[in-house]
């Protein structure tokens, strides 16, 4: 029995974040079944990462490098890593639940006929069996799922913490992967990548992030965001409605159309926390919530509760900071 | 061009789920009932595409029986015909068992174009759509938010992280996943509506169509998440819920 995790390239090289989390994720869930706990690289640039990897406490390390796999697609990762597994024969195979894992990894799974366990938040061995822990009716409930043979598993952003990810004593053996891929198989044409906004906002990045709902009422009362944002030396972001409206470019967006971030300290301000917004931000450190209603939802979650109006909270915050 | 599109009927987004007796799925009896919403916004962009192109658009859904109404409002926005599977264990089904009896109504009517919504508000797999483009074996783009369809190619716009889109193309037949809020979704007219009640609504078994509702990821347990943190609640005017904020994040919680 074995554990398998699948890491992300970004198109611009290096690591997708969310790659130790899920080879953390791998790690915690290997110890507790005793088993060995390999991992994979794929597409341009593998062999020069997987260095990276290989650094990491691994059993193994598979690169798997192919002219048909430099641009990603579907097509192209499926078949590769339907090769790499019936290599390793691994019992579980660990994604991490990007934007890319949702495009692939269904297939992926359904080509070996076995079940995806999408957008796992905790894992845990009963009787030296793995039990996944999932989220439905979108946070409302909690289920623990069981699979019989072969789980593929993808870990929600924020559920296991990526700097957790153990050093191995020795780098882990990297080996390539041999495959031949008949470049007919991928039918969809990968395109330019483009931003449609500036586009220097990394989110996920950010310590400190101050976040905007619809209590904020109107764009001429962004600013006032911002000023407390700079003074705590943190991003802007906001929940998908102010997005849709314009108020702010979609890059700022938490949540689940947009991003999952769990920094140090996240304040929000006249955010309700529908749960599509909360998915996105529920892994932050500390959690700050401004909002008029008392009812509201994102109280249940937040560490410190300032119930009031926003704009007699936020420029006293303002006032606090700058003594 | 012959669109299919996939419609979930899922328990209304502000219901607030009870569980059955046995503790692993929910007692939807009472539940209020409504179409997914991501997936009204790949059937808004299927009949745009009809008007657009020309052709026929088919609503097809797994579900109860109750779940003819989502299809009936479907063929009320301008839906030309539905598909009903039904039965009871469907609602409950995993991603690959929902695809499989997806698949097995679609694939004898060789459709030009699949679409499917993100993901349920219920179980929220997000999975359903590209299961079924490997099993139909068409390929497949996911979170698109524009589409152009030019002869047999679809030029499509994708969703990616942090702000960043992409172009993609791909020749049909295809299955594409619509993003949430790339159109904006009509209402069923009062003409609409009768005309609905004419249009064809086949209904079959998973039997039928030769699938064995089969669950692959086990449900054990259904409960309500732990509220993880206890919230404290800052008190006075907005200068001093300020001051004692500050102090808290500075010497308590320590992230400043």
Request: glycine share 8%.
């Amino acid at each position: 029995m074995s554990v398998l995790v699948v890491t992300e390239l970004e198109a611009t090289g290096g690591f997708h974040k969310m790659s130790w989390e899920a080879v953390t994720a791998a790690q915690q869930l290997g110890a507790a079944l005793a088993a060995p706990v390999h991992g994979v690289v794929i597409g341009r640039n593998a062999a020069e990462q997987a260095q990276e990897l290989a650094g990491k406490r691994l059993d193994g390390v598979s690169v798997v490098q192919h002219a048909a796999l430099d641009d990603y697609t579907a097509d192209g990762h499926t078949a590769a890593l339907t090769a790499v597994i019936e290599q390793l024969a691994p019992q579980v195979v660990v994604l991490p639940h990007t934007y890319q894992v949702r495009d692939f990894a269904p297939k992926l799974a359904a080509r070996a006929g076995r079940p995806l366990v999408s957008d796992v938040v905790e894992m845990r061995v009963e009787d030296g069996s793995a039990v996944y822990v999932r989220q439905l009716f979108q946070g409302k409930m909690n289920a623990d799922v069981s699979v019989d043979g072969l789980a593929f598993v993808s870990v929600q952003s924020g559920s296991f913490r990526g700097d957790q990810a153990a050093a191995g004593d020795s780098p882990a053996p990297i080996s390539s992967v041999e495959i031949e891929i008949d470049p007919s198989i991928i039918r969809v044409r990968p395109g330019e990548r483009f931003q449609e906004s500036k586009g220097e906002v990394d989110l996920t990045a950010a310590e400190i992030i101050v976040s905007v709902g619809r209590g904020i009422k109107d764009p001429e009362n962004i600013p006032l965001a911002e000023k407390l944002a700079e003074l705590l030396g943190g991003e802007l972001a906001a929940s998908r409605p102010i997005c849709d409206s314009g108020w702010l470019p979609l890059e700022r967006q938490v949540g689940s159309s947009g991003q999952s971030v769990a920094p140090k300290l996240y304040l929000a301000l006249g955010i309700s926390g529908a749960i599509q917004h909360v998915v996105g931000m529920k892994g932050s450190q500390t959690i700050v919530a401004v909002n008029k209603d008392e009812s509201a939802p994102l109280f249940e979650i937040a560490d410190y509760g300032v119930v009031g109006d926003l704009f007699e909270v936020v420029p006293a915050l303002i006032a606090e900071l700058e003594k | 061009m012959k669109i299919f599109v996939c419609l979930k009927q899922v328990p209304a987004r502000d219901w607030t789920p009870e569980l059955n007796d046995g503790g692993d799925w929910i007692d939807a009896e009472d539940a209020p009932v409504e179409m997914n919403e991501p997936d009204a916004y790949a059937l808004e962009e299927a009949l745009r595409l009809k008007e657009a192109h020309g052709g026929e658009v088919v609503a097809v859904s797994a579900g109860t029986q109750e779940a003819a109404s989502t299809i009936r409002e479907a063929l009320a926005k301008g839906a030309d015909r539905g598909i009903l599977i039904e039965d009871e264990h469907l609602p409950a089904a995993d991603a690959l068992a929902t695809a499989r009896t997806l698949a097995a109504a679609i694939a004898p009517e060789s459709p030009d174009l699949v679409l499917t919504g993100l993901q349920s508000d219920d179980a929220g797999y997000g999975q359903a759509g590209v299961i079924l483009a490997e099993l139909l074996d068409l390929p497949h783009a996911t979170l698109i938010v524009e589409v152009q369809a030019e002869g047999s190619t679809l030029k499509l716009k994708r969703e990616l992280e942090a702000g960043w889109f992409q172009r993609v193309e791909v020749d049909t037949p295809a299955l594409l996943t619509i993003q949430s809020g790339i159109n904006k979704v009509r209402y069923a007219t009062l003409m609409g509506i009768k005309k609905a009640r004419k249009k064809p609504l086949d209904r079959k078994t998973p039997e039928e169509l030769g699938v064995t509702l089969d669950n692959m990821q086990t449900i054990t347990r259904l409960y309500t998440p732990a509220k993880s943190k206890q919230t404290v609640f800052l008190k006075g005017a907005p200068a001093e819920q300020a001051a004692q904020l500050v102090e808290k994040l500075r010497h308590d919680a320590r992230v400043l």
